[in-house]
């Protein structure tokens, strides 16, 4: 119902920043939450941020909390990861998600969601 693209991944090295994108398209107008997701050599996905539509309630693991930023476009149907101070902790691909429907929280578990990209790489070098 919604499709998802990401882009914005890159080669970095450690400390700089980088600001993934994943455009939205299909009937957004039923999503409630959205959140990124990393996932590295096959390890199981990871909730790096989330969010409601609105900008309500914006959550962060401790991992990440302080050097990302989750945001949203309204007018671009577009969702942003603002990444800074990276690590090589942080190499991973980076999907979008989206979840159709209600609920009272955006929670950081992967079946909580119900649209997702295909992903962008992010590597940062040490």
């Known amino acids: 119902l919604v499709q998802l693209v990401e882009s914005g991944g890159g080669a970095v090295q450690t400390g700089g920043s980088l600001r993934l994108s994943c455009v939205a398209s299909?009937?957004?107008?039923?999503?409630?939450?959205m959140a990124w997701f990393s996932q590295d050599r096959g390890q199981e996905r990871e909730g790096v941020a989330t969010?409601?539509?609105?900008?309500?309630?914006?959550y962060y693991p401790a991992t990440v909390k302080g050097r990302f930023t989750i945001a949203h476009d309204d007018a671009k149907n577009t969702l942003y990861l603002q990444m800074s101070s990276l690590r090589p902790d942080d190499t991973a691909t980076y999907c979008c998600?989206?979840?159709?429907?209600?609920?009272?929280?955006?929670?950081?578990?992967?079946?909580?969601?119900?649209?997702w990209g295909q992903g962008t790489q992010v590597t940062v070098s040490s």
């Open positions: 998600a989206a979840r159709d429907g209600g609920g009272d929280y955006c929670y950081t578990l992967p079946p909580h969601y119900t649209n």
């Open positions: 299909g009937d957004t107008a039923i999503t409630t939450c």
């Open positions: 969010m409601f539509i609105g900008g309500l309630y914006p």
